[in-house]
């Protein structure tokens, strides 16, 4: 799924991909949505699409559209179950693939700015491989105003797309380091984020990948090449028996530091009938950042409302799922088949949600109950750019410590979170400083600021509406 105002009105719209082909759902602005597929051009017929994500890799204004696709599978002719050398996980029979299928080629849409997208695949050799993919972010990891791309890839190495800021990409995934593990092995990515974890002002990449393998922490090392920092970082060694899927930074405790969430969950129910050390069902990881480049895995660690606890029940859980969520201990302590994860400030009281989805249940809604630091977020409205402002880079200073991010909606493993940013203050009471480097080119610099509130920045004018949270009610 992809959230993204690609018809500049104001509205946002989704795009949801399918086992064959995908939507777009246009918002007409009146609580309905329209499904413009076929006019928009951007029916992925024939293909299993997976994620998508919406950004202007050309900066023309107008959102341009990324479809992952896994494989291209013949629904009349599907390989047997547990037939061949690639249809078994450990000696068991298990579902085929993705090795032995032939790979879905991703595709890339263009937007033409009148409701109609190009499919540009073709042109600018997008996924000429065909390579299996789950994840996708865009951003711009070398700071040069153009938005780049990098797609986590299942069993095929992963893909970053630099752009050339003249309508063309390049991939250059192995040169910058990005392609496999840090010792050079093919993985087999799942889900994807992105955001400066350790404040030095570029941006880095998260991978999960399938058990057996090691997630990936790309350290962003500024002159277009990244380190694999899983090890150093204490970040990799705990996931090699997990399946991680969803994966999102975070500012959970509000110290101006990202924390990382990751969805666990396996693929193959059997694995339960032996005793591999892994499980069906796991548990889901928080690691906090001890602002040394470390992290630490505190998910067990976790209890009542001190950080974390279950959503309250409501009318869009069924009864036995609102059962579950009045579980004692930490909802990181659970286990569960777990597949997308998000973020969002689902009670805007300046705290950063979680937002899990779980295969054949209804989603787990953590709310934050964290009240640490001070915080700020941002929305951005662009005017030249797209009205999302998504592509902008937002630098943030405050008690001598200046944080960066970058604003999109689609990222982890087929989701999408709330596009406004969340900045975690600490104990500063007062925000000095707020750069916004708009797709456009255009920079928009504020002064002093109050903490504990949400700023809608406009491109041009600044800020234009401030909000104060709400009084706080008890969960």
């Known amino acids: 799924m992809a959230v993204g105002d690609y018809d500049n009105d104001g509205w946002e719209d989704v795009y949801v991909t399918y086992l064959d082909g995908g939507v777009l759902y246009r918002n007409n602005g009146n609580g309905t949505f329209t499904d413009v597929t076929e006019k928009a051009g951007v029916g992925n017929e024939g293909r299993w699409g997976t994620s ?51 790979g879905g080629r991703d595709r890339l849409y263009h937007n033409n700015g009148n409701g109609t997208f190009t499919d540009v695949t073709e042109k600018l050799n997008i996924d000429p ?81 399938f058990s057996d393998h090691s997630n990936n922490l790309y350290h962003n090392d500024h002159h277009g090449e990244f380190t694999d920092m899983v090890g150093a970082a204490n970040f990799g060694p705990i996931s090699i028996p997990f399946l991680g899927f969803g994966v999102k930074f975070l500012d959970f405790d509000n110290d101006g530091w990202k924390d990382i969430s990751v969805a666990n969950g396996h693929v193959n129910p059997q694995v339960d009938q032996h005793s591999f050390g892994i499980t069906y069902a796991e548990r889901p990881f928080l690691f906090h950042n001890l602002r040394n480049g470390k992290f630490e895995e505190i998910g067990e660690q976790v209890k009542g409302s001190s950080q974390l606890t279950w959503g309250q029940p409501s009318s869009a859980f069924r009864p036995s799922e609102a059962r579950q969520r009045s579980r004692t201990g930490s909802p990181f302590a659970h286990r569960h088949v777990a597949r997308g994860a998000a973020t969002a400030d689902f009670f805007n009281r300046g705290a950063e949600d979680l937002l899990v989805t779980v295969l054949d249940g209804s989603p787990l809604l953590l709310r934050n109950e964290s009240r640490r630091g001070h915080w700020l977020r941002i929305k951005t409205t662009g005017t030249r750019s797209n009205r999302d402002g998504f592509g902008a880079r937002v630098q943030v200073k405050a008690g001598g410590l200046t944080q960066a991010a970058e604003v999109r909606a689609n990222s982890s493993f087929e989701s999408g979170s709330d596009p406004r940013l969340h900045f975690g203050l600490g104990s500063a009471t007062t925000v000095d400083s707020i750069v916004v480097h708009w797709p456009s080119g255009k920079v928009d610099t504020i002064g002093r600021q109050a903490v504990d509130q949400e700023l809608e920045i406009e491109e041009g004018r600044g800020v234009v509406v401030k909000h104060a949270p709400p009084r706080q009610k008890t969960p």
């Open 129 to 209: 491989n065909r390579n299996y993919g789950l994840g996708v972010i865009w951003l711009d990891y070398d700071r040069d105003g153009c938005l780049d791309l990098y797609v986590a890839d299942d069993s095929s190495p992963s893909m970053l797309y630099h752009n050339d800021c003249k309508g063309g990409f390049t991939e250059v995934g192995t040169e910058a380091g990005t392609a496999y593990s840090a010792d050079g092995k093919e993985q087999a990515g799942m889900g994807v984020d992105s955001a400066d974890y350790d404040n030095d002002g570029w941006p880095d990449i998260v991978k999960t990948n």
């Open 52 to 102: 998508a994500a919406f950004g202007d890799y050309d900066n023309d204004g107008h959102l341009d559209l990324y479809v992952v696709n896994y494989v291209d599978l013949d629904l009349q002719h599907l390989p047997k179950f547990g037939d061949g050398p690639f249809c078994q996980y450990r000696g068991i029979p298990v579902s085929c693939g993705p090795r032995g299928l032939k």
